[in-house]
């Protein structure tokens, strides 16, 4: 199995709603990305967890709360959002984090708040 | 500085021809990584090549090679006999020392797009 999945495709909420993206790999890696990705722009990485520990969390406002509760899982709560925080929403991961460990991505998450 | 630099916003190329897409990248250290990645309008990420700092060969990958340079700091996708379904965004990226090589830094992408 070489898939990263996430869930749900596509999200719409309201500014005071709480949702969760999951993602789910089953390749054994052991460091876990997320990244938030505008329109026409490179993704931005938000969180890494290396070996189910947060090891970089790139000043994220705290209304992103990232979990990861297994090596194979990793969530990302939502709370409070803004509408600039519509976007999409890449999961990725990587055997390690090594130089030359390429990194495996899912299809993603189109989240709108409005 | 930026890490990965892609000059080249938008390319066109003919069905069945060869294209170079162009990165550049900024680092000291000696030991780094440098990954070219294609995303096409679904949104989903799909990695192509890789190419190490020591690997003394270029990278090459069914139609995709890389033509790496390393003294001239710049890592070229080649795709060979351009098919339609090649019509994406491509990102050059690399991994690196900063952040304990937990990082990948992408560059601003190169839209792709192939005419039958």
């Known amino acids: 199995d070489t898939e990263v999945t996430q869930t749900p495709k596509h999200l719409v909420m309201g500014m005071t709603n709480k949702k969760s993206l999951k993602c789910e790999q089953h390749?054994?890696?052991?460091?876990m990305y997320w990244y938030k990705q505008k329109a026409k722009k490179p993704p931005e990485l938000m969180f890494v967890?290396?070996?189910?520990?947060?090891?970089i969390n790139e000043s994220v406002p705290s209304r992103f709360s990232p979990e990861c509760p297994n090596s194979s899982l990793l969530n990302l709560h939502l709370h409070a959002l803004q509408p600039e925080d519509s976007a999409l929403y890449l999961c990725?991961?990587?055997?390690?984090?090594?130089?030359?460990?390429?990194?495996?991505f899912g299809p993603g998450t189109r989240l709108t708040v409005l | 500085a930026q890490k990965i630099t892609q000059t080249q916003p938008g390319m066109f190329v003919q069905e069945k021809e060869a294209v170079t897409l162009d990165c550049t990248y900024d680092?000291?250290?000696?030991?780094?990584?440098l990954f070219w990645y294609k995303q096409p309008s679904s949104g989903e990420m799909i990695f192509l090549i890789y190419?190490?700092?020591?690997?003394?060969q270029n990278a090459t990958e069914g139609r995709y090679s890389l033509n790496f340079q390393k003294a001239r700091k710049s890592a070229n996708l080649v795709i060979s006999a351009s098919q339609l379904g090649d019509s994406a965004m491509y990102f050059c990226?690399?991994?690196?020392?900063?952040?304990?090589?937990?990082?990948?830094?992408f560059g601003t992408g190169t839209k792709l797009q192939v005419i039958p």
């Open positions: 990725a991961s990587s055997s390690s984090t090594l130089a030359g460990n390429e990194q495996f």
């Open positions: 390749m054994g890696h052991r460091a």
């Open positions: 967890y290396s070996y189910e520990k947060l090891s």
């Open positions: 680092t000291s250290d000696p030991s780094y990584g």
């Open positions: 190419q190490g700092s020591y690997d003394q």
């Open positions: 990226a690399m991994r690196d020392a900063s952040g304990g090589y937990q990082k990948v830094t």
